[in-house]
């Protein structure tokens, strides 16, 4: 608890906006604010770890391949949460919506989470949008994609060091493939 001692002399007014500020940012940091895991899945859990924490709050849980996809609602936006794996690591979720409104609503919420982010690009060529936290070994990047018909937005969560060994793997693939 904070207790402010009014003494004569101290400016009433400024005291009070100091004591609001410390308010709001006791607010935003008890905000779940955990970077390296995605509802309470930490980056690196296994696949079959990962499908029981979900189970657990969800019914719908489908896996195809490296991936589980779930449909569940963020800031009363429906969403699709994809998590991927890399060898049997989770690295990479992504969170997507066509909602035309969820840019602004998604980058408010990771503002109050993770605070400004570190880059934001703008195409009027791709009409899309791009903005990035970098959060040391995670990354966060919130994306929309516009067309004459509809939007496309997604935040991607990463771990960097899993994301570039699985990027390595797949141009191996590919290349395999040739």
């Known amino acids: 608890m904070i207790i402010i001692l009014y003494k004569g002399g101290v400016n ?20 779940d604010n955990k970077v390296g895991e995605y509802m309470g899945i930490k980056f690196g859990t296994s696949m079959e770890d990962t499908k029981e924490l979900l189970s657990k709050k969800y019914e719908d849980i489908l896996s195809l391949g490296n991936t589980i996809i779930l449909n569940t609602i963020i800031d009363d936006i429906d969403v699709m949460v994809t998590f991927s794996f890399f060898e049997d690591k989770f690295y990479l979720v992504y969170v997507s919506t066509k909602e035309p409104t969820a ?13 400004q982010p570190t880059d934001s690009t703008e195409s009027d060529l791709t009409r899309s949008y791009s903005t990035t936290w970098d959060q040391g070994k995670f990354e966060i990047c919130l994306r929309e994609i ?3 018909t509809e939007t496309f937005v997604a935040i991607k969560y990463s771990d960097k060091n899993l994301m570039r060994k699985a990027m390595k793997d797949l141009l191996k693939e590919d290349l395999n493939k040739m």
């Open 103 to 115: 840019y602004d609503a998604f980058l408010y919420l990771l503002i109050l989470k993770y605070g």
């Open 12 to 31: 009433m007014k400024r005291l009070f906006l100091f004591a609001i500020l410390i308010l709001l940012s006791l607010s935003v940091y008890s905000i």
């Open 146 to 148: 516009s067309s004459d």
